[in-house]
């Protein structure tokens, strides 16, 4: 008998292709909720259990806005050339540009 895993995320997940820039690399996220984001970048500067700082770009009609945020790498996962990263939001602040 196989038994059932529980989901471990807490926050409805949105698909979305939106820029990560962290202070020696830069991504694009694969999807994101209010508590975390999964992001793929091709330099492993992250890891598993670190604090990282980095910002996710939204563009929209009036500008750009950067949603600034620290949260805890909880998962990697190697692929091809690049390094997929998810992380816990701990805290965020949105700067409009």
Same mark, same amino acid.
């Given at each position: 008998m196989i038994a059932e895993q529980?989901?471990?995320r807490s926050g409805q997940r949105v698909l979305a292709a939106l820029p990560v820039f962290l202070k020696s690399a830069e991504g694009i996220t694969r999807d994101v909720s209010a508590s975390g984001v999964f992001f793929w970048t091709s330099v492993s500067t992250? !890891?598993?259990g670190e604090l990282i700082s980095f910002s996710v770009e939204f563009k929209r009609p009036e500008g750009r806005m950067m949603l600034k945020?620290?949260?805890? !790498? !909880?998962r990697?996962?190697?692929r091809a050339a690049d390094i997929g990263v998810a992380v816990k939001i701990l805290e965020s602040a949105m700067e409009f540009g």
């Amino acid at each position: 008998m196989i038994a059932e895993q529980s989901e471990k995320r807490s926050g409805q997940r949105v698909l979305a292709a939106l820029p990560v820039f962290l202070k020696s690399a830069e991504g694009i996220t694969r999807d994101v909720s209010a508590s975390g984001v999964f992001f793929w970048t091709s330099v492993s500067t992250c !890891v598993l259990g670190e604090l990282i700082s980095f910002s996710v770009e939204f563009k929209r009609p009036e500008g750009r806005m950067m949603l600034k945020c620290q949260g805890d !790498v !909880v998962r990697m996962e190697p692929r091809a050339a690049d390094i997929g990263v998810a992380v816990k939001i701990l805290e965020s602040a949105m700067e409009f540009g």
